[in-house]
Nanobody, 128 residues
């Protein structure tokens, strides 16, 4: 059974930083696409960024230059480093994984339906 478990959320002031983690278990594919998403109250889920098994990353314009995705394959863990946080970054953050690496290409990582597994989310709250 594949499980994704997010952690690292919390409350910070604007301008602060947080690092989210997504620990994956039971996923044995060496080729994949992973994404970070968020959903703010009253809004639809939106893509934050994606990374494929080759380490190629892409980001939403709203977080470009502030957020960084990385992965530690030895720990089967995906990270989202969030710097210069803004109140509008407040949301529940989710990680997701797809069996198909090409889902990440051409901005396809933004497509919610492309993913096979999702975590339960971790809350990030940024105060002004």
């Amino acid at each position: 059974e594949v499980q994704l478990v997010e952690s690292g959320g919390g409350s910070v002031q604007a301008g602060g930083s947080l690092r989210l983690s997504c620990a994956a278990s039971g996923f044995t594919d060496s080729s994949y696409c992973m994404g970070w998403f968020r959903r703010a109250p009253g809004k639809v889920r939106e893509g934050v960024g994606g990374i494929d098994s080759n380490g190629i990353t892409d980001y939403a314009e709203s977080v470009e230059g502030r957020f960084t995705i990385s992965q530690d394959n030895s720990k089967s863990t995906l990270y989202l480093q969030m710097d210069s946080l803004k109140p509008e970054d407040t949301a529940m953050y989710y990680c997701a994984i797809s069996h198909t690496r090409s889902h990440c290409a051409g901005g396809g990582w933004r497509t919610v339906a492309s993913y096979n597994y999702w975590g339960q989310g971790t809350q990030v709250t940024v105060s002004s």
